[in-house]
C-alpha cells in the first residue's frame, strides 16, 4: 500500500522525483550518481511501481540524470561549506529530500530546517519514526502554507534560525510554478541573508531551446502541469537569472549547465545517461 496522499503526503511531483531517484540506484549500472532509496521507503508504493508509465527507463533516462545530478551538485556543495564551519542548511519545498537520513554524521552538526506544507510534513516525520529513522532535534521541520501567502523567514525564526549567522538555501523545482516577481522576491530575501550564505536554486530554460531529444516531454509536462492547475509560469535565460541575482543584491552569482554537470558527475559512462542540455539548471549565488 502506498502511503502516498495528495492532502496528507507529498504530492505527485514530489513522490516521482523520489522514486526517480530510486530508479537510478536500481536500474542503472554503478558508479551511481546519487543512492538514494530512502524516498521508495518513505513512500512504500506497491512493487509494480517500476512499471509505472512514468517510470519508464528509456523515457526517464534523461530526467532521472538530472534530478540526481543536481541532487548530488547540492550535496556536495553543502558539505563543501560545512567544512567550513557553516552549519544552517535550509531547504524550500523539502519533499522527499533524505540528506539528514543519509548523511546523519555531518546533519547531526547541523542545523537542517526542511521547509514545506504541513500536512506533507506531518506524513513525513511520522514515516520517518515509523522506519526507524527517529524526529532528532537537529532536523526542524518548518510548516509553511505558501499558497497562503505563509513567510517563510518567519517560520524559520520561529524554529530556530539564527539569523546572525550564515546559511545554505536550496530550492529545486520551484521556480517555474511562481510568477517573475514572485521569484524576484523569493531572490531578496535569501540575499539579506548574512554575509557567507549560499543559495542554491533550479530554474527551466524557455522550452523552445531544450535539447530536441527532451523537448516533446518537456511540453508534455508543461501541459500536464497547466491541466493539473499548477502551470509553469517561469522560464529563464541564464543570462537572466544571473542579472535578476545580481538584483536582488547577491555579490555573487554563477550559472551551472547541465555539460557542467555531465563533466562531473557522467564522464565516462557508457550508457547515454547524462542530464538533457538547457532543460532544468542551477543557479548558483552567494551573499
Known amino acids: 500500500m502506498t502511503h502516498e496522499n495528495s492532502d496528507n503526503g507529498p504530492d505527485s511531483t514530489a513522490a516521482r522525483v523520489a522514486l526517480w531517484r530510486a530508479l537510478h540506484a536500481k536500474i542503472d549500472p554503478p558508479p551511481h550518481v546519487l543512492d538514494d532509496t530512502i524516498g521508495l521507503r518513505l ?9 509505472r508509465g512514468d517510470m519508464d527507463p528509456t523515457f526517464t533516462r534523461p530526467f532521472r540524470a538530472s534530478i540526481v545530478a543536481r541532487s548530488r551538485f547540492i550535496e556536495d556543495l553543502v558539505i563543501e561549506r560545512a567544512a567550513h564551519g557553516l552549519d544552517q542548511y535550509v531547504i524550500l519545498g523539502a519533499g522527499l529530500d533524505s540528506f539528514a537520513q543519509r548523511h546523519p554524521d555531518l546533519a547531526s552538526r547541523m542545523t537542517v530546517f526542511e521547509v514545506d506544507r504541513p500536512g506533507a510534513q506531518q506524513w513525513k516525520r511520522r514515516r520517518l ?46 521556480s517555474m510554478y511562481l510568477t517573475e516577481e514572485a521569484n524576484r522576491l523569493a531572490l531578496r530575501e535569501v540575499a539579506s ?3 557567507g550564505s549560499t543559495l ?49 543584491g547577491f555579490g555573487n552569482a554563477y550559472h551551472v549547465c547541465a555539460d557542467d554537470l555531465a563533466n562531473r558527475y557522467f564522464a565516462g559512462r557508457t550508457d547515454g545517461l547524462r542530464p538533457p542540455r538547457n532543460a532544468e539548471e542551477l543557479l548558483i549565488a552567494t551573499t
Do not use: C, Y
Open 193 to 195: 541573508l548574512a554575509p
Open 129 to 174: 519514526i515509523e522506519l526507524g529513522f527517529g524526529s532528532p532535534d537537529w532536523l526542524r521541520f518548518v510548516a509553511v502554507d505558501f499558497e497562503a501567502g505563509d513567510s517563510w523567514r518567519h517560520a524559520l525564526a520561529a524554529a530556530g534560525f539564527d539569523a546572525s549567522k550564515p546559511a545554505v538555501v536550496v530550492s529545486t523545482g520551484v
Open 43 to 51: 513512500l512504500a508504493p506497491p512493487n509494480d511501481w517500476p512499471q
Open 200 to 248: 542554491a536554486m533550479t530554474f527551466l530554460l524557455p522550452l523552445e531551446l531544450a535539447d530536441p531529444a527532451v523537448r516533446p516531454a518537456l511540453e508534455m509536462a508543461a501541459r500536464g502541469a497547466h491541466a493539473s492547475g499548477t502551470p509553469f509560469v517561469s522560464f529563464f535565460t541564464p543570462a537572466r537569472i544571473l542579472a535578476l541575482a545580481i538584483e536582488a
